[in-house]
């Protein structure tokens, strides 16, 4: 099993920034996906989770309106498009796959680094 996130980097306040994660070797298509984030200091969060049809998503409060999750099952890829950053959101980012969200986790990926700041 392999999670591998890219697209992180340093950003200025107000920027943009699209995740990827990647994964291989469990039936993507039929797990949640869910983003963690977990910033210096902090307790990792749950930032959002997608279901495994693509119908259902869910966003944390802080995220909201901000933050778009999406997942592309014919290239076992989820997605978080994270726009009008903030240093808040300076944080490692995980993707995560498990049976529904906010459950058990089953696989974590490596982490990519956020980096909001000018």
């Known amino acids: 099993v392999q999670l591998m996130e890219s697209g992180g980097g340093l950003v200025q306040p107000g920027g943009s920034l699209r995740l990827s994660c990647a994964a291989s070797?469990?039936?993507?298509?039929?797990?949640?996906m869910t983003w963690f984030r977990q910033a210096p200091w902090k307790e990792r969060e749950g930032v959002s989770c997608?279901?495994?049809?693509?119908?259902?998503?869910y966003y944390s409060d802080s995220v909201k309106g901000r933050f778009t999750i999406s997942r592309d099952n014919a290239k076992n890829t989820v997605y978080l498009q994270m726009n009008s950053l903030k240093s808040e959101h300076t944080a490692v980012y995980y993707c995560a796959t498990g049976w529904r969200c906010n459950g058990p986790i089953d696989y974590w990926g490596q982490g990519t680094q956020v980096t909001v700041s000018s």
């Open positions: 070797g469990f039936p993507f298509s039929r797990q949640y």
């Open positions: 997608i279901s495994s049809s693509d119908i259902t998503t």
